[in-house]
């Protein structure tokens, strides 16, 4: 099967892969589990001086990504992905969307983390200035993603984030393969809630010991506690996913 696909578009290519090249995304970058082409924005520019921006209508402050150079940025990444669906055995089967990373966008969650990770792979529009022009937006059916709710200068850190939680959930990616699961958002048991804490060696710290029961060699015993503590912690920190923790889970 052909590698999961990403296609990033901006006006700094040398942002990628970046993190992405290191560690554990880094290995599997290197070893083909997934993909990346980056195209430069400001090769789709016409005029002499390379723009890619202009003026808003109807004035404020900053500057707009002009709607024909980001179409002949996202044309070209469609070529790119029929080159590379004719290179890959098979193709990737199905077409990736086009996404735009903007803080207008769908709030990014793990479900569409999942979502996106089972699919082909994804085209990423990195945005800067003020954002891009609507038009474009519109004729491409490009669909607005947000990281979340605060305002970044450009669209490069999203776009890194949210590649960076797809690629970990790609098959033979992270090392040991129980560990997706059984995290925060994780799909198990814990699903919805967020994590327990963690404790590793040393047994006593500063005068702090580890709990008990996880040296108890019990096994239901300390599924039990984590369980509890998971749901202590979710339901302090964060009673938006309690609700809804308590609302699937009858
Ligand atoms: N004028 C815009 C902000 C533009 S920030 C507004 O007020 O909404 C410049 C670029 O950074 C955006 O085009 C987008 O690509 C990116 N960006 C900023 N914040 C983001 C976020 N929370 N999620 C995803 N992308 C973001």
Sequence with gaps: MAAWRSLVLTLFPEMFPGPL??????KALD???????VLDIRDFARDKHRSVDDTPFGG?????MRPDVVDAALGAAQETWARRAREDEGGSGGEAPVLYLSPRGRL???DRVRELAAGPGVTVLCGRYEGVDERVLEARDVQEVSVGDYILSGGETAALVLMDAVIRLLPGV???EASPGEESFGADAFE???EYPLYTRPAEWQGRKVPEVLSSGHHEKIRLWRQAQAEEITKRRRPDLWAR???DKP
Excluded: E, I
């Design 21 to 26: 090249g290191q560690s554990l995304a880094g």
């Design 60 to 64: 404020g402050a900053g500057m707009v």
């Design 192 to 194: 919805g809630l967020l």
């Design 174 to 176: 992270m090392g040991n």
């Design 245 to 247: 923790y308590r609302k």
């Design 31 to 37: 070893k083909g589990l997934w993909a990346l082409d």
């Design 108 to 110: 990014l969650t793990q």
